[in-house]
Each structure stands twice: as C-alpha cells, then as structure tokens.
C-alpha cells in the first residue's frame, strides 16, 4: 500500500502565492507518477499538474505560466512533491489533491485532499 498526505493548503488574497506539499510512502517503489489534482464546488475533479519519475511535466492550461510542480526527493521510502503556486485567483479556489500513479499494476493512491481558498 501507498499513503499520500498533503498539506500547505489555506487561505490566500487573489495575486498573492501558496505552496502545497504531498508525500507519498509505503511501497512506493511502484510509483511512477504524481500529481495534483483540485476539485471546485459542483465541478468535476480535474488534472492540474503532474510529474513523472523522468522529470516531465504536464500544466493544465489554466495554471501554465503560474504553477509549478518539482519531485523535491525520493528515497525507498518517501516520495516529497511540491505544488508552487503564484499569482492565484478565485477560481483556484478548491479542494487540491495528490495522487501517487503505478502503471504497472494501474493503481491510483490519493490523499485526503487540502483546501485552497482564494479571496478576491
């Protein structure tokens, strides 16, 4: 099993910068990707950035430009993932979750999630 836990979320005025962190732990060594995913009231959870082992990022179009996802280590043990996030506006405003990704076998792990509000 995987365990992913996240923190950093809160609340932030529109223009100013939070940074969300997530580590994910257990056997980990199946990981091949992670990401940040958020989920606004009444919409669908969507992709907002993930990384992959090799270092590839993939920003939805919505936050390219004003996020910034980095594997920050990974040992055996732990994997630590950062979600920079500049310049924010109210429509940031949800619940941001990590996911921890194996492709092999296809298992998605997923944290408890972390609220980020925005004020206008």
């Known amino acids: 099993q995987v365990q992913v836990v996240e923190s950093g979320g809160g609340l932030v005025q529109a223009g100013g910068s939070l940074r969300l962190s997530c580590a994910a732990s257990g056997r980990i060594f199946s990981i091949n990707d992670m990401g940040w995913y958020r989920q606004a009231p009444g919409k669908q959870r969507e992709l907002v950035a993930s990384?992959?082992?090799?270092?590839?990022?993939?920003?939805?179009d919505s936050v390219k430009g004003r996020f910034t996802i980095s594997i920050i280590s990974r040992d055996i043990n732990k994997i630590t993932v950062y979600l920079q996030m500049n310049s924010l506006k109210p429509e940031d405003t949800a619940v941001y979750y990590c996911?921890?990704?194996?492709?092999?076998?296809?298992?998605?792990?997923w944290g408890q999630g972390t609220q980020v509000t925005v004020s206008s």
């Open positions: 990384v992959t082992s090799g270092g590839y990022t993939t920003y939805a």
């Open positions: 996911n921890a990704h194996s492709r092999v076998p296809f298992m998605d792990y």
